[in-house]
């Protein structure tokens, strides 16, 4: 465990989040809901938008 000063990703950044480092998955990211829960999230069929959430 570990905290960083930010994480970016597309347009997105969120500042001062806490992070797991799990070498086990390799080149790829898993996003935790206390990155997920600072954005609307909307599926529809095949497609996840990622938005802007309301101010915290």
């Known amino acids: 465990m570990a905290r ?6 597309g347009g ?17 990211a898993l996003l935790g809901m206390n990155v997920l829960r600072h954005f609307s999230l909307v599926q529809q069929g095949g497609t996840l938008t990622i938005s802007p959430g309301a101010a915290r």
């Open 12 to 28: 997105f950044e969120v500042r001062n989040a806490q992070v797991a480092v799990m070498p086990a998955l390799g080149e790829h």
């Open 4 to 9: 960083v000063p930010s994480i970016r990703f």
